[in-house]
């Protein structure tokens, strides 16, 4: 897809964010205005209500089925909203002060950099990927296809990561500034896999084949490389507020219970405390924090220093300019955006009536989906009020799981083996198309439906997904029925 054709669709994507949050942004003008006057506290509380109005309501009738607490999936953080913009709202529980400081990070995640020397949002590259984190987070929500790719050779770093590739450090960056030479891209083709339910239905499974292609040198024999799609970014404040050890509770990596569920955590370093703490964000759990995710992206994908990565990604390449400058990223926005992505609301489950759905609620714990796929957990007491003491329905452990051989990158990532990957949430899963506009799955995408990434299933995943095999169509049906209406 060429530049123009990606610009065209970001402005489109922008246009319909924006629209969206208008009534949130005229909020800061009012809220300016009152401060000025003294009279905050009473006019906050008026337009705060009638700017969430549109995106809040009660839930239906009690349901024997579901709890009134699976109505709200992120606690009080919770919207009620079915549109384009599902994946982007504030959550509902921060106050004036906070809302601002979102729309703030909100901002910050939008802004696209450039290259220095400039006024605002300076720093660029020299090799990059995106320049701007909203790039890849469409709308907050999914990519589609593999929008980077890590890179490494066999053996770990001093800190127990993977070991970076001479000439390409951790990642390939397929965009440079101008008289810069980018490391290389990758070209994907597919695969056709046929595979059959128990029943005899056939579905077809797309197998994703790469390779790698203007390179500006070799890489060497036997490298390793982890292609990723983008992830949502909603809700993922109150995955960090989960207490580690509620976490760990779930954690059996030598399957003592002998449930074929082996559930492990990944520690990996962290650059605040300088040391190795519990993993819980990304494909294989390789952050510990949204703070280090946020620092690591800007830097990665944006080539942006900042206070937890000061050095370019590029350094010791031939692209790099040998200037030791002082950080390109502030810490004041690095903190804002960091707070954005930890107050994204979650999106209310919706259809929790149907009786279709009920039922595959019914197949999807059958199945023992949710064995990795844990739906309730509460949030512990953290820095962020609104997130603390939350019941939330996420539907992950956060833990790493062996999902089988098909779906192995054969890339370890600290503890992660090749073949291991973190459950990701399931909430909110069912508004992908609404929002991003794709039916796209798992970590590189190569799924184009739910039942779809089912069937990729394998390693632990293997007597779920023999589970869903042998299931009559009718349970099929009500089982994609539940899983879209998380």
Same mark, same amino acid.
């Given at each position: ?250 954690? !059996?990596?030598? !399957? ?152 192995? !990158? ?77």
């Amino acid at each position: 897809m060429n530049q123009e054709i990606l610009f065209a669709e970001n402005n489109e994507h922008q246009l319909i964010k924006h629209c969206k949050r208008a009534r949130f942004y005229f909020i800061d003008t009012i809220v300016l205005f009152s401060i000025a006057f003294y009279r905050k506290k009473f006019i906050l509380l008026f337009l705060i209500s009638i700017g969430l109005s549109a995106c809040t309501k009660d839930p239906a009738a009690p349901n024997p089925d579901f709890t009134e607490e699976e109505y709200y999936a992120g606690g009080a953080t919770t919207v009620f909203d079915v549109s384009s913009a599902a994946f982007s709202g504030p959550a509902t529980n921060l106050s004036a002060e906070r809302l601002l400081l979102h729309m703030e990070g909100d901002a910050a995640f939008e802004a696209t950099f450039v290259t220095a020397p400039a006024p605002v949002n300076s720093g660029l590259g020299p090799v990059y990927n995106q320049s701007a984190c909203n790039s890849c987070h469409v709308l907050d929500g999914r990519g589609a296809e593999p929008s980077v790719f890590r890179l490494s050779k066999t053996g770990f770093d001093t800190n127990g990561g993977p070991l970076a590739i001479p000439g390409f450090g951790g990642q390939l960056q397929n965009l440079a500034v101008a008289s810069v030479v980018a490391e290389g891209e990758v070209i994907m083709q597919y695969e056709a896999l046929l595979k059959y339910f128990d029943d005899g239905d056939q579905i077809v499974l797309q197998q994703p084949i790469y390779s790698f292609i203007n390179l500006y040198q070799p890489l060497p024999n036997g490298f390793h490389f982890s292609p990723r799609v983008a992830p949502p970014v909603f809700g993922l404040g109150l995955l960090e507020a989960i207490a580690d050890e509620d976490i760990l509770k779930y954690a !059996d990596p030598f !399957d003592l219970d002998k449930d074929g569920i082996s559930g492990k955590p990944n520690y990996v370093w962290n650059q605040e405390t300088l040391s190795a703490t519990l993993g819980r964000f990304g494909w294989k759990a390789n952050q510990p924090s949204l703070l280090q995710q946020t620092a690591a992206a800007y830097n990665e994908d944006m080539g942006i220093t900042n206070k937890l990565f000061p050095e370019e990604s590029s350094k010791l390449q031939m692209q790099y300019d040998g200037m030791q400058d002082d950080v390109e990223l502030t810490n004041e926005l690095l903190n804002a955006a960091t707070f954005y992505v930890q107050t994204i609301a979650v999106p209310a489950p919706r259809n929790l009536e149907d009786p279709e759905v009920i039922a595959g609620k019914k197949v999807f714990m059958a199945a023992k989906c949710n064995s990795c796929h844990v739906p309730r957990h509460q949030t512990g007491i953290m820095t962020q009020p609104e997130l603390a003491n939350q019941i939330i329905y996420p539907y992950t452990d956060l833990l790493l799981h062996d999902m089988g051989i098909e779906l192995a !990158d054969n890339r370890p990532d600290f503890q992660a083996t090749g073949s291991e990957w973190r459950t990701p949430p399931l909430w909110g899963i069912g508004l992908t198309q609404i929002v991003n506009g794709h039916q796209r799955f798992l970590h590189d995408g190569r799924a184009g439906s739910l039942m779809e990434a089912i069937m990729w299933h394998g390693g632990e995943a293997t007597g779920s997904r023999d589970y869903v095999k042998k299931a009559s169509q009718k349970e099929r049906e009500q089982l994609i029925k539940f899983l879209e209406a998380l």
